[in-house]
């Protein structure tokens, strides 16, 4: 007898339906989740010891405990960590660069819960602890740190906390957490006019670059003599194109008008044995007259009439405009003297801590953010960040539980 259309087609949807109960995944249980918490937080999979443990914390409804366990795991510091601040020591984005004393002092920080805002101004570094037979920390060199993780040692427990000013014996207040390291002044105060410093600091560790925060509208008198009105002989691409960006980065970059990256051109064209030089009160430049370095005054003749940098006094002139967006705090001036208090000054906007929690996010759940919940969690998990003392350890835990069992 045949069967009528209208109870094959019943049929079929029951089948549909029952096929994909069947293939459908049920949720994570606490071992799975557990498993993929601790790969992804560390790359490597837990011991069967550290599973149970973690699977008993998920299942007692205390997921960040699991994550916590996870994190104790050397590979967290070793790995983890390392690959997410390797690319923010260079220009090329380098994952593969050597340990230097910038990812040092940023591993060395989130293990300690140091607030994540002094990898800007802080006076700190890390160092290898001493007893470990490592070359001493020098200046003109990245030997200790190249040591340190040749010897495959766990950064976890070898990584020693020190002041930046009595290490590298940079006056305290010139010392602006990894901006002032060997290692940040190699990649960005090298050569140039040390706007690099500037634009790095601000793709690493506010999430921009130049394009997104070009502002027209902002007053251009602190453009310096090197920028051309008119490049080539059109001044609608001043007005247009240079001034957008310029008008807000050259009166912030002013604060690095004391610094400089020297190294011998000649016979040392990268730089590998240079090392930071930075002009105290009272030193004179030879080129300049006054205490800024020569860098600053280069290309002069290109528009003579353009703004003359007479020390390290910077404006964030972004507090006004679209880039008000940025959030800026309402507890700084929003203007200053040097590299520290212009640190500050981008390390406690908005903008800077979701950096931080966006950039974890998308390490550890290993993809963008998608739609509203993910949005929406970042949100949540940047202000907690804010409101707990800047931990971005927490942000790591807080961030696995979010995205375990997927």
């Keep these: 007898m ?25 949720l ?3 071992e799975e989740q557990a498993a993929q918490m601790h790969s992804r937080l560390t790359g490597v999979k837990p011991s069967v010891g550290v599973l149970t443990e973690m699977a008993e914390h998920i299942a007692n409804g205390n997921a960040t405990s699991a994550a916590q366990l996870a ?13 997410l601040v390797t690319p923010w020591t260079n220009r090329d984005g380098d994952n593969f660069a050597p340990l230097n004393d910038y990812t040092a002092t940023v591993i060395g920080m989130v293990r300690d819960d140091v607030d994540f805002r002094e990898i800007l101004s802080g006076d ?18 990245n ?9 495959g040692y766990p950064l976890q427990t070898t990584l020693e906390r020190q002041a930046q000013s009595s290490v590298t014996g940079l006056p305290s207040d010139a010392t602006a957490g990894v901006m002032t390291t060997r290692g940040g002044a190699k990649a960005f105060f090298y050569a140039g006019t040390n706007r690099a410093m500037f634009r790095f600091t601000l793709m690493n560790h506010l999430c921009r670059d130049l394009e997104q925060v070009h502002d027209t509208s902002r007053p251009p008198d602190r453009i310096r003599q090197d920028v051309s009105r008119s490049p080539g002989g059109d001044s609608r691409v001043f007005q247009n194109n240079c001034i957008g960006c310029h008008s807000g980065m050259d009166p912030m970059a002013q604060a690095f008008a004391y610094y400089n990256y020297e190294y011998d051109v000649e016979n040392d064209p990268t730089g590998e044995d240079g090392r930071l030089d930075y002009n105290r009160s009272g030193d004179t430049d030879p080129t300049t007259g006054t205490r800024v ?17 007479p020390d390290d006094k910077w404006d964030n002139y972004w507090r006004e405009g679209p880039n008000l967006h940025l959030g800026w705090s309402e507890a700084l001036p929003g203007t200053g003297n040097g590299a520290k208090s212009m640190g500050q000054e981008l390390a406690n906007s908005q903008a800077f ?21 993910d949005r929406n969690r970042i949100s949540s998990i940047t ?19 979010y995205c375990a069992g997927e």
């Design 71 to 83: 994190m104790e795991n050397d590979s967290f510091y070793n790995v983890t960590l390392k690959n």
């Design 293 to 309: 370095q020569a860098k600053n005054h280069i290309n002069s003749a290109t528009f003579p009439y353009g703004f003359v940098i």
């Design 353 to 373: 801590a979701q950096c931080q929690v966006t950039k974890v996010f998308e390490q550890v759940c290993l993809r963008a953010p998608e739609d509203s919940t």
């Design 28 to 30: 994570a249980g606490p």
């Design 124 to 141: 700190i570094i890390y160092t290898g602890a001493s007893g470990l037979g490592l070359p001493a920390y020098n200046n003109a060199n």
């Design 383 to 401: 202000d907690s960040f804010t409101s707990n003392g800047y931990k971005l350890k927490q942000v790591y835990a807080d961030t696995a539980v």
């Design 143 to 151: 030997d200790h740190y190249e040591a340190l993780e040749a010897a």
């Design 2 to 26: 045949k069967i009528p259309s209208s109870a094959t087609r019943a049929l079929l949807a029951a089948t549909a339906c029952l096929s994909a109960s069947i293939s459908m995944p049920a």
